[in-house]
């Protein structure tokens, strides 16, 4: 019997002989390190010797007793028989054979400090993960402590959470078996660490790749210790050679795990707390994003499908180590893009607490606040689990829970991951969740709002709607989206949808940024005070001023990738002077005006000497979208326009910024929404691609009145005649001179009969809100001559919830909540 077998000789082809994780490590260094891909090398233990060490003394038939008669919803139970059979795995000794060749194996290794990872047959399958449902010790030095580690891996076989897991997937116990992989450790003590997906965890999107990275050992980041720094890198530009690093956010990255001079593999390990200077820098540079982006992909083109990455880079060296990779197992496997699922508050509600969301659904229920492992016997059934951090012992109990929200973790740690797995919202990184909020209280946890959860107090209603958007008919007119905010791009790409008609860059100011462009350039001339609340913000850049164009750049290729290769639409920025005074600092820098809607706006402000410079921020953050990343999908609107004379100094001043119209497929556009931009259309139509209609200025300065007043606010109507006039006139002059002509404001979305105005009128875009997207295409579908299609099936849950009258080839239900 063959008790050790090199990592080298293996592949995904030995999985029976030593269990998933060792099984693709092998398959990497045979197949994937000429890539550039480094593997740390070592030895694994067989399954057959795993089954004959459980062979003495009747070892596994007293286990198998003692499995018969757990009670998988008693946690007493559990750990009760967790308990008795670790002890008679560890009080039963390796035979002599078994350690003389581990022995020799380790030596071959110089004796090196060393991980012990398990490896067990039911592990990194593409169907179920079992990830942290076994043990794994780091840095164990010396060979009787790496034979006692040997053991304890045996031993986590049957932890509470791994008996309860196979339980509640439908494992036999008998037929899972364990191996042990024996690599030599990579001194990601003194460098960095973390986990890789090659799709975005929370969406299902798959154009992208999410690496999560800290200081130390990666154990802090899956055991949720730490708020990691995270990195978006876009594939498709990837494959074409070029770079994009759509989005960096900086983690708190508080602590660090790093060697003992323990030789118990159990304190082999520590956490320290990493110094302040460190903690407001991102761990790793961008060319080690590239680099690890670049293996990602590598790997899951190898795997042929989504993977979940472990990696380290050593300290010592500055190599990068690849140290597993599994099939991921959750979003690959439960997005349909054929039925969307939308969660949507009825109401908003006071906020307790916030931080990162983990899936994009909603729960309530009593809060179970648990700040110590010894009290998590108290959960029950539909409570919302609150507690510092989750480890994998904890996961019999989270699956009692209606929601999960912790105040450590990003979204990679194991409360996420299992989250993901159940099903259910969890919060992650919220920081002071235990103590804002109270033990019984009644809650609301919402992931239905982007990246950013929410707890709110008490239980508030919301609604799920289930779309079915297959084979939904060709329109008439292209049906494009508005967007603000990229957090939710992901998800929104998946609506139908012809692109993206509005992106508005304020959205993105505001809430990536939050600080006045002026005060960044002039931020030597600032206050003490002032300059520290930017510094703070600031401090992972190069300069405040580079902050600001990167968070800006991220932001729009953020978006731009999401529906790549179709057209997105970035209008500049149209903040008001009172908008812009409202940002950090803003106020030393804006005008105090009585009518801010009728006046520092727009191409006015770009071209004048107090803002110049700002709008050159944005046409580099545009620039580098486009140039360096290769998001040609990304075009440009301009707002606002006066004059044709204002158009023409702006298009001036963005080509001496390198956005030339026509350079690089570059399109530009401009917003209708001003009285002359109708009477001079022509003019101004020579000078620019299009027009997009901004029918929410264009009705107030038409009908003379403020949309912001409550007084006149009846009265603003986009279908008014006189609107409607100036609209006829605009869409005739665009068809008669070929330019694109399309409509992104409020009116078509709250108004279903103007976007069928709209469509005889032969527009060639209506852009919606995401939320009215799919009644307007149902509803300009209507009066189509239906396909001869067979009807399109929904489930028996969904069909019993209709409410909308449907076409033969879409279906959309709202439930409420309970």
């Known amino acids: 019997m063959t008790h050790i077998v090199n990592l080298a000789e293996v592949s995904l082809a030995d999985l029976a002989i030593v269990g998933g994780k060792n099984a693709s490590t092998g398959e990497m260094i045979q197949h994937l390190s000429r890539g550039g891909i480094k593997v740390p090398g070592g030895f694994a233990t067989t399954v057959e010797a795993y089954k004959y060490f459980l062979s003495q003394r009747d070892l596994d038939k007293k286990i198998l007793r003692i499995l018969h008669s757990v ?77 006692h580690a ?61 690496i999560t990275a800290c200081y130390g050992l990666g154990e802090s980041i899956v055991q949720g210790k730490v708020n990691p720094d995270e990195f978006f890198v876009f594939k498709p530009s990837l494959q074409m050679g070029k770079f994009a690093l759509l989005e960096r956010k900086l983690g708190e990255k508080n602590s660090m795990m790093i060697y003992t001079k ?5 304190k082999s390990i520590k956490s320290v707390i990493v110094p302040e200077a460190k903690r407001n820098k991102f761990c790793i540079s961008d060319d080690e994003v590239r680099k690890l982006s670049e293996q990602a992909l590598i790997i899951e083109q190898h795997y042929g499908k989504p993977m979940d990455i472990e990696w380290a880079k050593d300290g010592l060296t500055g190599e990068i180590f690849i140290l597993q990779a599994r099939p991921e197992t959750v979003k690959s496997q439960h997005v349909n893009t054929q039925i969307l699922e939308r969660f949507e508050l009825s ?27 010894k009290n998590i016997h108290s959960m029950k059934p539909g409570n919302v689990l609150v507690t510092d951090m989750t480890d994998p012992d904890w996961e019999p109990i989270m699956k009692l829970a209606s929601a999960i929200v912790t105040n450590r973790g990003g979204r990679t740690c194991h409360a996420a991951i299992v989250a993901r797995e159940l099903g259910i919202p969890a919060i992650v990184g919220c920081g002071d969740a235990t103590s804002q909020i109270s033990n019984d209280e009644i809650v609301t946890v919402s992931c239905a709002e982007g990246q950013t959860g929410f707890v709110y107090e008490g239980k508030i209603p919301y609604t799920i709607n289930q779309i079915s958007v297959a084979n939904l008919p060709e329109l008439p007119v292209k049906l494009c989206l508005n967007i603000g905010n990229p ?56 300069s405040p001023v580079e902050f600001y164009i990167e968070k800006l750049r991220e932001g729009i290729s953020t ?6 290769p179709k057209q997105v639409i970035f209008r500049f920025s149209d903040f008001k002077s009172n908008e812009y005074a409202n940002l950090l600092g803003g106020s030393q820098f804006e005008p ?191 009066d189509l001559p239906k396909p001869s299609r067979k009807h399109t099936e929904t489930s028996k849950e969904s069909a019993s919830n209709l409410n909308l009258n449907t076409l033969d080839t879409a279906t959309f239900i709202k439930c409420s909540s309970a």
Not at 356 to 372: C, D, F, L, M, T
Request: proline letters at 4%; one cysteine or more; charged letters at 25%.
């Open 487 to 542: 957090d939710k791009a992901f998800t929104t790409q998946f609506l139908p949808n012809e692109g993206v008609g509005l992106a508005r860059l304020e959205f993105i100011i505001a809430h990536m940024i939050g600080i006045h462009p002026n005060a960044l350039l002039s931020f030597d001339k600032l206050s003490k005070k002032l300059k520290q609340q930017i510094r703070q913000r600031t401090a992972a850049y190069a």
């Open 592 to 782: 105090q005006e009585e009518n801010p809607m009728l006046g520092f706006r727009g191409a006015s402000r770009y071209i004048s000497p107090q803002f110049q410079r700002c709008f050159e921020l944005e046409c580099e953050a545009v620039k580098r979208v486009r140039d360096g990343m290769g998001l040609t999908n990304a075009q440009v609107m301009i707002p606002f326009v006066r004059t044709v004379d204002e158009l023409k100094k702006t298009i001036e001043l963005m080509e001496q910024c390198g956005l030339s119209r026509g350079r690089n497929e570059l399109k530009l556009y401009m917003m209708c929404e001003i009285p002359s931009n109708v009477l001079l259309a022509e003019q101004f139509l020579e000078l620019i691609d299009g027009y997009s209609i901004g029918s929410n200025d264009l009705t107030q300065l038409t009908l003379g009145l403020d949309r912001d007043s409550s007084l006149v606010a009846p009265l603003f109507d986009e279908r008014d005649e006189a609107i409607k006039k100036l609209l006829h006139e605009v869409i005739s002059v665009c068809h008669k001179k070929n330019k694109y002509i399309g409509i992104c404001g409020q009116g078509p979305s709250d108004h279903p009969d103007f976007a069928k105005w709209l469509l005889d009128e032969k527009i060639q875009s209506i852009s919606l809100n995401p939320d009215t997207v799919v009644d307007a295409w149902l509803m300009l579908a209507k």
């Open 347 to 373: 109401k908003p509600g006071k906020v307790l607490v916030q931080g990162q969301s983990v899936g994009q659904r909603i729960g309530h229920g009593p809060a179970k606040v648990i700040k110590e492992a």
């Open 71 to 147: 009670k998988i919803k008693n946690m007493q139970s559990l750990a009760k028989a967790s308990a008795e059979i670790k002890q008679l795995i560890i009080a039963t000794p390796l035979h002599k054979e078994f350690e003389r060749e581990i022995t020799a194996a380790y030596a071959k290794l110089n004796n090196a400090a060393v991980a012990v990872r398990s490896s067990s047959t039911a592990e990194d399958l593409a169907s179920a993960s079992f990830a942290g449902q076994q043990e794994t010790f780091l840095n164990v030095k010396g060979i009787q402590s790496v034979l």
């Open 262 to 266: 323990e030789k118990n593999p159990k």
């Open 150 to 210: 040997v053991k304890l891996v045996f031993a986590s076989l049957f932890t509470s959470r791994a008996i309860a897991y196979r339980i509640h997937h439908g494992f036999d116990h008998h037929q899972v078996a364990m191996s042990v992989g024996i690599q030599p450790m990579v001194r990601s003590d003194k460098g960095a660490s973390g986990v890789i997906f090659t799709l975005d965890t929370e969406s299902g999107f798959d154009k992208v790749i999410l």
């Open 559 to 564: 978006i731009a990738a999401a529906f790549y």
